[in-house]
């Protein structure tokens, strides 16, 4: 039997953690978003990005991407104007 | 389900050197600051890694999140191993391109490896070891370690009639590896994101051996909400329960920090420890009883030795 003892670099992208959500999930209000990047570097999952387009206020706002998110709340509890807001399942 | 509502047009980059899909905890703080590491050590980087949880998360076979070099071996290896790593780096002359990090728990770094770490620092060897110190064996199930603070509840140190919690006090490694004469020592906070990733510049931009030592809360382990992590990892340090300290040639030097305030201690205003300890299921038994009130008191003295030692106000 042949065991591979190295990895492809960053193969577990394809594990979508995101299944591991139960309770709660982020929504960010794009509007109130100051594109400061604190939830880019808060986020454990690394999934918090700026989407490169900016708001009615000019500001370049940033997005998550819920196929990882595993529902922590660390991005909403961070934000400094409150933009996250994180939302109950299934609602 | 729900993707279908959230901004589903903007797919994420994948842009950092550790992708997702790994298996930390929800609210984990070991891997924010893994994350903030990598970022910041760029591509040109070869990592080790101790057992425990930064490797069991990041690398179930066959996959890894990592996208630079990568290696694990047992506890008590990656010192020596990122010295072979860069005797082959000098026989290729890359040895001042690339940089060679060594990452390892507490378990890893106060009690199984410090004697292979030691001889790593005597040695001189151009590395930067990053610790995450959690404060206890989180990986296999909370027991506890020599990081370990007073009175906390691990499952091998269980408050009871006779015990408070576990009745060492935290290992002095900062003190260790100043004996070391190391040209860079440093502790971080997660909770203080742009704080880790100055030292983590500052320290690679350094030649010889390098310590930094960075505070991440456990969800599971201190029992913590997940969005607490960085309320937490903040109070640690707001109260002087953890000082943040940092030593260049044997100095304590002091500096500005990124978000204001003295990043000598990152004391920027002192709270009480109970603002620390009452959110963590691991100190719960001290709000129960009066012989509560007297520990917290010896914990709180902890701390304020610490303001005192470090100067951290």
């Keep these: 039997m042949k065991i591979l003892l190295t990895a492809k670099p960053g193969t577990t992208s394809q594990v979508k953690t995101g299944n591991w959500r139960e309770l709660v999930y982020p929504v960010i209000d794009i509007e109130k978003c100051i594109g400061c990047g604190i939830c880019e570097r808060v986020c454990p999952e690394g999934i918090c990005f700026p989407t490169g387009e900016k708001n009615s206020s ?30 109950e399942e299934g609602k | 389900m729900s993707n279908t509502k959230n901004n589903i047009k903007y797919k994420a980059p994948l842009s950092h050197q550790l992708n997702p899909g790994h298996s930390a905890c929800a609210g984990c703080g070991m891997i924010i600051a893994a994350r903030l590491v990598m970022d910041t050590a760029g591509p040109n980087t070869i990592v080790t890694n101790a057992t425990g949880c930064s490797e069991v998360t990041t ?17 008590e290896n990656p010192a020596p191993m990122a010295s072979g790593i860069l005797a082959a780096l000098k026989v290729k002359g890359l040895e001042d391109k690339v940089n060679v990090l060594v990452v390892g728990g507490d378990g890893a770094t106060f009690d199984i490896g410090i004697g292979l770490i030691s001889g790593m620092w005597e040695r001189g060897e151009n590395t930067l070891y990053i610790c995450y110190d959690n404060e206890a064996y989180q990986n296999t199930g909370y027991q506890s370690s020599s990081s370990t603070p007073f009175d906390a509840n691990t499952t091998t140190t269980p408050p009871g ?102 990043a000598l201690g990152g004391v920027t205003k002192k709270v009480s420890i109970e603002e620390f300890l009452k959110p963590q299921k691991r100190f719960k038994h001290l709000f129960k009883d009066e012989n509560g009130k007297l520990e917290i008191a010896k914990i709180q003295k902890i701390a304020d030795e610490n303001i005192e030692k470090y100067k951290l106000i």
């Design chain 1, 58 to 87: 000019g500001k370049g706002f940033y997005a998550c991407d819920l196929n990882w998110c595993k529902g922590c709340g660390l991005c909403a509890s961070e934000c400094p104007v409150k933009a996250i807001e994180m939302k």
């Design chain 2, 59 to 75: 690398t179930q076979y066959p996959m890894t999140s990592f996208k630079m070099p990568w290696i694990h071996s047992l506890f």
């Design chain 2, 161 to 262: 009639k006779k015990s408070s919690g576990s009745q060492q006090l935290k290992k002095d490694m900062i003190g260790i590896a100043l004996a070391h004469n190391l040209p860079y020592v440093a502790t971080a906070s997660v909770g203080n994101t742009l704080d880790v990733v100055a030292k983590v510049k500052k320290a690679l931009s350094i030649k010889g051996p390098k310590y930094l030592q960075i505070y991440c809360p456990c969800v599971p382990g201190w029992g913590i909400e997940p969005k607490d992590t960085m309320n937490v990892a903040r109070s640690a340090v707001q109260s002087g329960f953890y000082p943040i300290v940092e030593y260049i040639d044997g100095e304590l030097v002091s500096k500005k920090s990124a978000q204001g305030g003295s």
